[in-house]
């Protein structure tokens, strides 16, 4: 029986996905940099197996839904340890390197005040530091869509950014209504800090990624020279 050119392509791609059914599905060999790897999807078969290293966790997907966690193992076979009932649904794993965070900086301003009491206006901002716990891994992976591969410099930026989104209103809402003078504000710190933890504690960006905020220093606030300089005036006026 004689096979014409697209038959020889065709039987080769139905080797390489049977090859690929029962290949053991492992980690990649990558930088310490990357948190989560997703597995490429594969037709579950009695000869798939699974290898979680030592120092990853892993989460298994049938058909692109998390379902349960898998312990480090060495060639663990699939369907001898899980059920018969997942052979030809579609598999693929989260694998998860155990890291924790290292703090990181955080920092915002050019937030406009308008405190009418004081009759002080000017652009305020603050820094400090922060450290981030991911407490639901299938909820980072799905809050990083068509990622196979998701860094702890990526959590680390859009937690930054969540931080600004959530602290801009704040800031600006704390100091208008403060009775407190734009030269005292370092006095208010401590309370500025309990009520923006307090807020990032319930924040859906947050929850939704499945990160919290683990520890937040808030250093220093920092306002305009220019407006600052505006402030004095107003006052030796």
């Known amino acids: 029986m004689q096979m014409n050119a697209a038959g020889e392509i065709e039987k080769r791609e139905v080797a390489d996905m049977f090859g690929k059914k029962n290949r053991t599905i492992e980690p990649a060999k990558v930088n310490e940099n990357v948190l989560i790897q997703l597995s490429a999807p594969v037709a579950v078969t009695k000869k798939t197996k699974i290898t979680v290293p030592s120092h990853y966790r892993a989460i298994a997907y049938i058909d692109q839904k998390p379902l349960f966690r898998i312990d480090p193992c060495v060639d663990k076979e699939f369907v001898k340890t899980y059920g018969k009932e997942y052979v030809g649904k579609s598999l693929s794993v989260a694998f998860i390197m155990v890291h924790s965070f290292a703090q990181s900086q955080w920092g915002f301003g050019n937030i406009p005040v308008n405190n009418a009491r004081l009759k002080e206006a ?9 450290s981030i716990e991911v407490v639901d891994y299938a ?14 410099d990526q959590i680390r930026e859009k937690a930054i950014s969540t931080l600004k989104t959530v602290g801009t209103p704040i800031m600006s809402d704390y100091f208008s209504n403060t009775t407190t003078s734009v030269f005292e504000m370092n006095s208010l710190i401590s309370d500025f ?12 960006l947050f929850i939704n990624m499945g990160v919290k905020v683990d520890t ?15 402030i004095r005036s107003h006052i030796n006026g």
């Open 122 to 130: 000017y652009r305020i901002g603050a820094n400090g530091k922060f």
């Open 139 to 152: 909820k980072a992976i799905h809050a990083f869509p068509n990622h196979s591969q998701i860094t702890i």
């Open 193 to 204: 800090r309990e009520k923006f933890v307090e807020a990032l504690a319930s924040e859906k």
């Open 216 to 230: 937040l220093t808030v250093d220093s606030f920092h306002v305009n020279e220019e407006d600052l300089e505006m």
